[in-house]
């Protein structure tokens, strides 16, 4: 009759009494895989404006315009909005905003996710949506959770002349409040 007791693989066995050179490669392979990711991290993000931007072209600059992007989606196997989401976030961040946006990181070297971002195109205000966007990384906070801390600002009392935050936020889906 076999027991129900996992037992550990030999690996775990020789980890759990290594010596400081295990540490050390262990260190040194997770700075390594940590490197990669953030290498992943950031193509991810450069991919996203970089398609944002074929769309737009797509879009803006051809006589088909936007009747053609059911199919692209189809092609791409995307959602539409999403790829209308991509067209925005391209159009809103460029330039020297653009590359604020992909040189900023959280303390471990990580940017933004092309989520959050997709997120902060729905602040109008440049300076706001900088600032969300760090404030984003230095909380590393969820798309959720910058959602709900754009809604928290939306309804915060404001100073005397102040205009409301809400006035330069825009709805998810892309028209207005």
Known sequence: MRSNKRRKSG?????????????????AIAARVTAHLREIS????????????EIRRLR??????RR????????VGRDESGLQ?????????RGPEREAILGLVDKRGFPLTPSV???????????????????????QLTVT??????????????PCGQLPFQANVRSRSGYGE
């Not at 053609?68 to 092609?75: C, N, Q």
């Not at 971002?117 to 909380?139: F, S």
Request: glycine share 6%; net charge positive.
């Open 68 to 75: 053609v992007l059911a199919r692209l989606a189809e092609k």
């Open 42 to 53: 950031l193509r991810a993000l450069h991919g996203h404006f970089a398609a944002g931007d």
């Open 11 to 27: 690996a775990h066995r020789c980890l759990a009494s290594e010596s400081p050179d295990v540490e050390q490669l262990l260190d």
């Open 85 to 93: 989401r991509m067209a925005r976030v391209a159009e809103t961040m």
């Open 145 to 158: 959770q910058l959602r709900a801390h754009i809604a928290a600002l939306k309804k915060a009392p404001r």
């Open 60 to 65: 803006n600059g051809t006589p088909y315009g």
């Open 117 to 139: 971002v997709d997120e902060l195109e729905r602040i109008r205000n440049t300076e706001q949506r900088m600032e969300l966007a760090r404030l984003a990384l230095g909380e």
